[in-house]
């Protein structure tokens, strides 16, 4: 894959970060690795690309990630290069013009590009800005917890300001990935896996017994409760949502010395 990220699209990637002519770039070296984490990412494959480069004859060193999806993912479609390209940029300037204060909710995105089949964004690197992504074994505290509410409930007050301008668009999204109900593996392994998963453990907890068997029970119904619930209209007000928050999908930044945290972005919009 690394051959999708060559020396042309770096320069590109650069130009457009640097508001410059791609004339003025000179790529000296790129080093193209798979990310630490990219295991943990069940649709696409993440890459960290370091680069040194001339501009305007300075020397410089920059670092990006490269997000390639997965081709099966891609055949599909999600809603990523319309959230990356129209949406969240101007989500994001709605939101900082209404509130006086610059707000981030996303990692820039440089470049997106469809080559041979395959679909990639070139992405800013949190991580050299102090952003990590928390351990999912160890879950959140309630700071970190209450900081990502936050976030997302600015993220979908700023969506309300978007569907006014953009209806157009807004309809264009995706639906919810259970707008039909559980109906492909994927969808059914989240649902009744994890319902038949939270049974058996409840089972083992004394007192509570009983419980396991209305879970169960759910499972018949789920369909058609699931597709009531995500249906637009069956709601006064609706936003865009992230699609798929979990703690794989969101950066948080902490204060050096408190841990304390200051920010949390969001990232993987294919939902």
């Not at 410059?20 to 943990?40: A, C, F, P, Y």
């Not at 979908?156 to 300001?161: C, D, G, P, T, V």
């Not at 707008?179 to 907890?205: H, K, L, Q, R």
């Amino acid at each position: 894959m690394t051959h999708l990220v060559n020396k042309l699209l770096i320069a590109r990637v650069l130009a457009n970060n640097h508001h410059t002519n791609i004339d003025n770039i000179e790529v000296q070296t790129s080093d193209v690795k798979l990310s630490s984490t990219n295991g943990e990412n069940f649709c696409s494959d993440i890459y960290v690309a370091k680069v040194t480069y001339k501009l305007n004859g300075n020397d410089l060193q920059s670092s990006f990630i490269v997000k390639i999806m997965r081709p099966e993912i891609a055949e599909i479609g999600t809603n990523e290069e319309q959230m990356f390209t129209r949406v969240l940029p101007t989500m994001e300037g709605f939101f900082n013009r209404l509130r006086n204060a610059k707000i981030k909710l996303y990692p820039r995105c440089f470049l997106t590009e469809k080559v041979d089949g395959h679909e990639f964004y070139v992405l800013e690197d949190l991580n050299t800005m102090g952003y990590f992504c928390a351990d999912r074994i160890r879950g959140l505290d309630e700071a970190h917890a209450r900081l990502l509410m936050q976030k997302i409930g600015q993220f979908h007050a700023a969506s309300l300001m978007y569907e006014k301008k953009f209806p157009e668009i807004v309809n264009s999204l995706g639906k919810s990935h259970f707008a039909n109900g559980a109906t492909d593996v994927v969808a059914e392994a989240i649902a009744f896996g994890g319902m038949e998963y939270v049974a058996n453990m409840i089972e083992t907890w004394a007192g509570y017994e009983q419980l396991s068997s209305k879970i169960r029970s759910l499972s018949a119904r789920f369909n058609d409760k699931v597709k009531k619930v995500v249906d637009p209209q069956n709601s006064v007000v609706n936003v865009i949502t992230h699609g798929d928050l979990w703690i794989n999908n969101v950066l948080f930044r902490n204060e050096a010395d408190t841990k304390h945290p200051i920010d949390v972005l969001f990232v993987d919009f294919q939902n």
